[in-house]
């Protein structure tokens, strides 16, 4: 059992930013969270024992189970997997604490799961974030206007939450049936003065689900003339997607005010904010415990290689429906931690979803995949590929009769006429080798191939990204 005092003492060495020399050191600190991150781990999983009916059932079975006295031991246990909560959703419910809120996965990625959440870990939730920061959650003064798209609001909802919230919603096809003026009415929800907490507030931080809604939001309303410049925003925050340095810097233009990135799944609180060093870096918080797994070994990657990412909740920060090594669904690069930011969580680059990556671990002799995130970053400087609302391409990895392999990528350009098709689809092989040293050297060898047919916007019929994962 962790009590808030000891969590708040062990929160004020782990997070401090006090970088004088009688000051604990990065590496210190490095090895603090471990041990925080041990010690949280041996409570979540006997928590989950003794409360939950799926883990007392696991350890029923296998009494050899171990209470996970060290950090490596998390790897006995086994994965959980979105299917198996779906199965039986019930038996991952804790019978120690009594339920107060429920949150949705969206259903983007599949049948939507249903999370439930008590007051116990939003209490310990506010105590690491008084230890981190000298506030809690509940005495923020930021008036937050959540923007998302209309599934978000059919699927997905948090019933308790401690900031104050607008929520709009908005479809990026909405222009095409449009009924009222929705720009005027966001304008509106920015620039308006609201009456709370004993003073008048205004929106301070603007939340946007998927990220490239950015674009439209930001150029409608300048379109019309509305200075955003002018608004009381100091950041807008986004998640659930890729991030593009024309995003960024479109932010930065238009608002003045930085975006900021972060990495999260409904199913654990919690997550992984952008460094603010390293863009593409995200570093899990500690209120969660990150593997990146060898997705043909099960073994843990190294520095730079790429596997499953799997998420463990630790205990006191989600207590009504814990979940041990809950796979994400995602591929991610393990990268170096403690980093040059002072941060000292599990840190990891996103690759993509699992099912839109290609597996190139055979060929490489490294775990490693090539995800949507390095197709979008590579096109991002490229106007004449369609990025809204992101590239449509499909790519397969096919073997040649000499043994080679060959990528076999199709994607949307803007026109094919307007555009040199073979110049087009070596720069962008190109751009796919230099990607890593690796693969220029088995580029250079002849055992891989890059292949590249463009199609004019709107040809490509099935884009893979659609419901792959049902
Ligand atoms: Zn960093």
Redesign the pocket.
Known sequence: MIDNEYLESLAAFVCSDDTSPSAVSIEERYTLRRAWDTVCLHSTVKHAINSVPHYRALAQESPDIPLLNKLSDLSTLPVLTKGSIQQCPRSFISSEVATTSIRCTSGTTGRRLAIYGCAEEEAARDALARAKWGRAFTQDKDIVLRIIPPMRRLLSDRTQTSVIQLTAIYSYDFPHYQRFDFEDFLAQCIFDEYPLRGTLGKVTVIHITPPFLVFPITSRLSARGVDLRRSHVRAICVSGGYISHRARNLVMESWGVPLVSSYSCTEVLGGARE????PG?Y?FDETILAEVVNARSGQPCRLSERGLLYLTSLYPFQQAMPMIRYDTGDIAELAESP???G?VGT?VKIVGRRVHCIDLSHILGKAWFLGTTDLETIVGDMPFVPFLPYPRFRWTLSGRDDGGSDIRIDIEVQSRSALDPSAFASELARRIVSLSADLRDVHGEGRLGVCVTPYDKGDLESHFQLLRDR
Not at 275 to 278: H, I, K
């Open positions: 460094c603010s060093a390293t870096i570093h980093c040059v930011c941060e840190s």
